[in-house]
């Protein structure tokens, strides 16, 4: 089951796949699982064990922490929109935060079905065409803001500990290359208004490569790029307000880490809880095809820990705390769906029982 399209006659619509699509989904949640398993075994069942029992009721903070990443994320969306469309209050892009972030976790389909199920959920308060725009230019603004984290905390690294291992040395700067380049590319396309999406469908759209259903919606995909590089030009202090409210939300991730490190035994400084939070970003990202980063997230954590000097286990333990307080705040992201499905199903029998009589 997956999120497939966003409507304005329903928040979600739920589409079945093919077997081979589910059967790949099953096979990748069962490859998370058995790295998950793996890496727990490698680091040490009673030593991850042994850390995690240092957390307590402190485990409450790391939660509050994390939900406020939400809060700031639901500003950035509500700040995206201009004041005079604004038909929606701040808590309703809260709920369309938290219910899209839950529907992607728990159908192990990640950011498509999570962005869709954000749209969607604002529904009745903006068109479809706004919607998209909002939700595309959120995660712009905060792509840059994490291209930027991962590039400066690259570079951090590669000053720190880089000279001494050269596979290190290597990835690092192969990372902060990538990066420079996609910042480039990002100011070439707001400098010279570039739509590449339209570009490729007016030059390529005859070719059979390219999918009918994409050509068909040429003129909404001109729009959407319209939107897109419009906004900076023309909404630069919302801009920069939400490349400042991303960049608080980083600073809070960066503050969890040094709460659960310290809750763990240790005394991380800024410096070293900044380079942990910017290699998780560079791993969640490189392995964001397998569902969930289940084992990936937990394993790459580990890996980093290692390379700055901690234990893997505790790494491990780290990111098993964390992915618990992200789980706390799917759960609430559910009952949200489920409340909102309630509601349109019940709105709908209303409205068919006054139309009948």
């Not at 998950?36 to 040490?44: E, T």
């Not at 990066?179 to 400098?191: S, T």
């Not at 380079?275 to 560079?282: A, C, D, G, Q, V």
């Amino acid at each position: 089951m997956n999120v497939e399209t966003i409507s304005d006659s329903q928040p979600i619509i739920i589409k079945k796949k093919g077997r081979s699509s589910l059967a790949l989904k099953g096979f990748a949640v069962v490859f998370g699982i058995g790295l998950l398993s793996v890496v727990i075994y490698k680091a040490g069942f009673h030593a991850i064990l042994a850390s995690l029992s240092k957390i307590g009721w402190y485990f409450l903070v790391i939660i509050a922490l994390n939900g406020s990443r939400h809060l700031l994320r639901a500003l950035s969306v509500y700040m995206a929109v201009p004041n005079r469309q604004r038909d929606f209050k701040y808590r309703d892009a809260v709920a369309a935060r938290l219910g899209g972030e839950a529907a992607g976790i728990v159908t192990f389909t990640g950011a498509l079905v999570s962005e869709a199920t954000k749209a969607a959920l604002l529904k009745n308060r903006l068109s479809l065409a706004d919607r998209v725009a909002t939700i595309v230019v959120d995660n712009l603004i905060y792509g840059i803001s994490v291209i930027l984290v991962i590039l400066s905390g690259a570079c951090m690294m590669l000053y720190t500990f880089g000279h001494g291992d050269k596979a290190v040395s290597g990835a690092l700067l192969i990372v902060a290359g990538l990066m420079c380049l996609a910042i480039f590319g990002l100011v070439m396309l707001a400098k010279h208004k570039f739509k590449p999406m339209s570009h490729i469908l007016r030059k390529y759209g005859h070719a059979r490569w390219v999918p009918n259903f994409l050509v068909k919606r040429e003129e909404h995909f001109i729009r959407l790029e319209t939107s897109v590089l419009e906004f900076y030009a023309t909404r630069r202090h919302a801009f920069y307000s939400m490349l400042g409210i991303n960049f608080f939300a980083h600073a809070l991730s960066v503050i969890e880490v040094m709460f659960v490190l310290s809750l763990l035994g240790f005394k991380p400084g800024v410096a070293t809880a900044y380079m942990i939070e910017s290699l998780t970003k560079i791993i969640n990202f490189s392995f964001s095809f397998i569902p969930g980063n289940l084992g990936i997230y937990e394993g790459g954590g580990g890996v980093i820990l290692q390379i700055l000097g901690f234990t893997a286990a505790t790494g491990v333990a780290l990111a098993l705390v964390r992915r618990g307080a992200m789980l706390s705040w799917a759960a609430v992201g559910i009952l949200i769906l489920i409340w909102r499905t309630i509601t349109e199903n019940v709105e709908k029998s209303g409205s068919r029982e006054a139309e009948t009589v």
